[in-house]
């Protein structure tokens, strides 16, 4: 599957706990982009990495949240110290460029908070 | 503030017939325009996109239209077909460098056999 992967597809955390998302993205593609999706809403735009930098940030809430796309190894989506308004479902996009190049994304993972 | 809408939050359409799903952007800056596709329990499927330099553009059933002056989209699919049934959500881009799309909420569409 040369898709984007994403792992674990459902995550269940209690209050307090950490989570941590993973993507690899497409092959070939070196953007790397994370959405969260509430229920009955649209994708909204977190962040976006480049391999070992973050371009943008400013849709991530600044507390709590963190994300990384390190030299080897999937992109990890961090969320510290999870409350209940963090469930929803966070999707992975990779693209080749930017600009006029669709993104193309994974299946998501599911974050239910206990 | 919602910037990319979907006002039809649910369509339903013979098998056959066509479908029209709309969408209604208000940031004069965004110049890409894409639908996506989604099953329940999947990620978005890249189905079409249009820059703004056109007006226009196809893919096989799937058509988008755009109207830069309405600051409105259209996604046709022609002939449809049940396993066309999905949420549509239209997504918004803005300049050569961007990087970030806007979302709209989806439009639920049942093709009915």
Known sequence: NAGVMQNPRHLVRRRGQE????????????????YRQLPEEGLKFMVYLQKENIIDESGMPKERFSAEFPKEGPSILRIQQVVRGDSAAYFCASSQGIGNQPQHFGDGTRLSIL | ??????????????EG???????????????????????????????ISI??????????????????????????????????????FCAA??????????FGKGTKLSVIP
């Open chain 2, 17 to 47: 017939r066509i479908s029209i799903l709309n969408c209604d952007y208000t940031n004069s800056m965004f110049d890409y325009f894409l639908w996506y596709k989604k099953y329940p329990a999947e990620g978005p499927t890249f189905l």
């Open chain 1, 19 to 34: 989570a941590r998302l993973r993507c690899s993205p497409m092959k070939g593609h070196s953007h790397v982009y994370w």
């Open chain 2, 1 to 14: 503030d919602q910037q990319v809408k979907q006002n039809s939050p649910s369509l339903s359409v013979q």
């Open chain 2, 51 to 88: 820059s703004s330099i056109k007006d226009k553009n196809e893919d096989g059933r799937f058509t988008v239209f755009l109207n830069k002056s309405a600051k409105h989209l259209s996604l046709h699919i022609v002939p449809s077909q049940p396993g066309d049934s999905a949420v549509y």
């Open chain 2, 93 to 102: 881009g803005a300049g050569a460098g961007s990087y970030q799309l806007t």
